[in-house]
């Protein structure tokens, strides 16, 4: 089983009809949420059937910790 985060962004093996293959995730558990990163089309996968088709996974950027402005 894959490890997959809140924020990652995976790409796929097949191209989306908008031309993109990268997608972030959006929403964890026995199906992942993707969000298309080009046209921002939501898709709903069953995790076996997404671990199967991702080609590469690009860690999100954040650093886990919640930045709040203290003024």
């Given at each position: 089983?894959?490890?997959?985060?809140?924020?990652?962004?995976?790409?796929?093996?097949?191209?989306?009809?908008?031309?993109?293959?990268?997608?972030?995730?959006?929403?964890?558990?026995?199906?992942?949420?993707?969000?298309?990163?080009?046209?921002?089309?939501?898709?709903?996968?069953?995790?076996?059937?997404?671990?199967?088709?991702?080609?590469?996974?690009?860690?999100?950027?954040?650093?886990?910790?919640?930045?709040?402005?203290?003024t």
């Amino acid at each position: 089983m894959l490890e997959l985060n809140l924020g990652d962004i995976v790409l796929l093996r097949k191209k989306h009809p908008c031309g993109g293959d990268s997608w972030k995730v959006v929403r964890l558990g026995s199906d992942v949420g993707l969000l298309c990163e080009t046209c921002h089309h939501r898709t709903m996968l069953d995790r076996l059937v997404l671990e199967r088709r991702i080609y590469e996974i690009r860690p999100s950027q954040s650093d886990g910790v919640d930045s709040v402005s203290s003024t």
